[in-house]
């Protein structure tokens, strides 16, 4: 009976609530992806591909799982009013490194459609600056992706 008061009044399992967070963190992170490639103004058909690799090879999902993560990832893009809500969950569950490679994603994201567009660099250039990733790891972040999506 007291397991069941302690759970009520909060006492959930630290573990479920950690996974909980990741995978909500996971989630915003994906909506930046989406809000980049919808930066310019066109959400094409190979920058959501480009979503669905990033996904798959990020977070090891197969393909329902990446796009079942994607479909909620757009639906809460599209419900979101600022990019400070995702910044914050990120910032607070991923490590530095993750939060640099997820720019580097978001230039790829952009770079999927062979266009360059200043919505775009403007777009992750706030991004980042919310994200704490710094101007210098973010043009390294965009140099790599260059060499990655448009080779070289």
């Not at 007291?2 to 967070?21: L, R, S, Y």
């Not at 530095?96 to 266009?115: I, M, N, Q």
Request: hydrophobic share 45%; proline share 2%; glycine share 6%.
């Amino acid at each position: 009976m007291f397991e069941a008061i302690k759970k009520f009044f909060g006492g959930a399992d630290p573990k479920q609530d950690e996974a909980c967070e990741e995978a909500d963190a996971r989630e915003c992170a994906v909506a930046l992806l989406v809000e980049a490639a919808l930066s310019d103004g066109i959400y094409a058909d190979i920058e959501q591909d480009m979503i669905l690799n990033i996904i798959r090879n990020t977070f090891s999902l197969d393909g329902d799982g990446a796009a079942a993560l994607l479909e909620a990832a757009e639906l809460r893009a599209e419900m979101a009013v600022d990019h400070y809500a995702f910044t914050h969950v990120i910032k607070s569950h991923m490590p530095k490194a993750d939060r640099v490679a997820l720019v580097g994603h978001l230039w790829d994201v952009t770079f999927a459609d062979g266009e360059e567009s200043p919505f775009e660099d403007s777009f992750i250039r706030r991004v980042a600056a919310l994200l704490a990733v710094t101007d210098h790891e973010r043009a390294d972040a965009k140099r790599a992706s260059k060499g990655r999506t448009q080779g070289g």
